[in-house]
């Protein structure tokens, strides 16, 4: 009997199980892949893009042509929600997909709760193909000097230093870093690169909460107004919507799908996940790493239930490595208490980038 294997989302780890789908295909199995997109931009590269590094062709990922290529069915769409007591998705327009096995890899979105937005020139950098489409318009529309960046984050730091370099003067870049400034958790070395690295580009910094954001600026929450003609949203993540609007599956308190180490549902064996729409005890923080290095784990641990075979536990490094950009072809780089920073950085960053772009976008799978 034919089983089905949905995969939900598009995002690094179910790329993985793609891979391994092309190459080592399982019988009698239907497989669907549902994704809004049909190329992944590759979040790693997005400041580059900004900066004007790379072409956006060479920071995608076709996985609709990788999809096809696992013999797979790909359905352009956006999920509206899951029923897993049904082992069923809706997806928006009210069809139903059915499936037998499910993996989750739809990521995080950017949280929005504390600001009222009123304007489509206030943009979340995810999904990044709608910033993306949104940031042509802008550049394309405008020659209004000043644009925000709302979020304490290194993502703030690295969009603010790529806006810098392609927009040179033309327009004025602010960083609204929150009460706590900018990189809060981060260690003084770090910090003080980043910091250095965006004196160097005339960025400025503001320590004040975004209350309200539109097409004209940003009014903070001590009542101060900045105008501003392009608001960027960098402001952590939150749950996605699809998971608030599912039933029967385990959430924690912030509405991340829960799963243990084998990266499995904790009230539904049927149903794996990975990447940020995830809530893993051993792992506090949301980060592109993991749900890299989540990818083979994924991938084997859904084949392994669909054969009955045992499964792996995903056990996240203690120290992670960091290459963040800071503009011009220079980069920082940390991991643990070291950090470094130069020309060389942004060159092993790119090699990087680079490489894991051209697997699933060079291979049989998606040629």
């Known amino acids: 009997m034919t089983r089905h294997l949905l995969l939900l989302g ?24 549902v994704s809004p997109y049909r190329m992944q931009i590759y979040s790693g590269m997005l400041p580059g893009w900004i900066a004007g590094q790379y072409r956006l062709d060479e920071c995608q990922i076709p996985i609709e042509k990788l999809a096809m290529a696992a013999g797979a069915a790909f359905r352009c769409a956006h999920a509206y929600g899951i029923d897993a ?3 069923c998705v809706r997806l928006r327009g009210g069809e139903i997909i059915d499936y037998d096995f499910l993996a989750v890899d739809i990521g995080s979105e950017v949280r929005t709760d504390a600001i009222l937005c009123e304007s489509e020139h206030v943009v979340p950098v995810r999904p990044a193909q709608r910033f993306v489409e949104r940031y042509q318009r802008f550049t394309d529309a405008t020659d209004v000097a000043s644009i925000a960046v709302v979020g304490g984050g290194m ?12 927009l040179a003067d033309r327009h004025e870049v602010t960083i609204f870093a929150g009460g706590k400034g900018l990189l809060p958790s981060s260690l003084h070395a770090l910090r003080d690169r980043i910091l250095r690295a965006l004196r160097a580009y005339r960025v ?12 004209t600026g940003v009014e903070t929450s001590v009542g101060n107004r900045f105008a501003a003609s392009f608001v960027v949203l960098a402001t952590g993540p939150q749950a996605p919507q699809v998971l608030h609007r599912s039933r029967g599956i385990a959430l924690d308190e912030s509405g991340y799908l829960k799963v243990d180490s084998t990266l499995r549902s904790l009230n539904h064996p049927e149903i794996f996940a990975a990447g940020d729409c995830t809530s893993l005890p051993s792992l ?28 792996q536990r995903f056990h996240p490094q203690r120290r992670t490595l ?7 072809r220079h980069a920082v780089g940390t991991w643990g208490p ?17 490489r894991f772009v051209r697997r699933f976008s060079g291979s049989r799978g998606a040629g």
């Open 10 to 33: 598009g995002g690094h780890a179910n790329i993985h199980l793609l891979e391994a789908l092309v190459h080592d295909p399982l019988p009698d199995i239907r497989v669907t892949l």
């Open 85 to 87: 007591d049904a082992r």
């Open 155 to 166: 993502a703030s730091a690295e969009i603010a230093c790529a806006l810098r370099h392609a």
């Open 204 to 215: 400025k910094v503001v320590n004040e909460e975004v209350r309200r954001a539109d097409d």
């Open 284 to 311: 506090k923080i949301k980060s592109g790493v993991y749900a890299v290095r989540q990818g083979p784990v994924l991938a084997h641990n859904v084949r392994a239930a669909m054969t009955h075979r045992r499964l």
């Open 322 to 328: 960091y290459l963040v950009s800071t503009g011009a």
């Open 338 to 354: 070291l950090s470094w920073e130069g020309d060389w950085v942004w060159k092993w960053k790119d090699r990087i980038d680079r």
